[in-house]
């Protein structure tokens, strides 16, 4: 993985949450959420594209986490656009 901002490389050696399983059930929902995307011209945000993989990866391990993270970076861009 390597940082947006910077374009260096990210080491991460953070523990897989979840099961093989449900990762490989992630990818393929996130495969076909990207897909439906790309059809209805939807843009992706790349600035929280790695909460996503991570969750996809298995490195997040609820949707309730990523909701978390997801509001902590609007709230934060919210706060410095006032």
Do not use: C
């Not at 990207?34 to 790695?50: C, E, G, K, R, Y």
């Not at 902590?72 to 410095?80: D, F, G, V």
């Amino acid at each position: 993985m390597v940082d947006s901002k910077s374009k260096t490389p990210i080491i991460d050696d953070r523990p897989i949450l979840v099961s093989q399983k449900e990762i490989e059930k992630r990818r393929s929902i996130t495969a076909s959420t990207l897909a439906s995307f790309a059809v209805d011209n939807i843009p992706v945000n790349p600035d929280t594209q790695h909460i996503f993989k991570d969750f996809e990866e298995g490195k997040i391990a609820t949707s309730k986490e990523v909701k978390a993270l997801l509001h902590a970076h609007y709230t934060k861009i919210a706060l410095e656009d006032s």
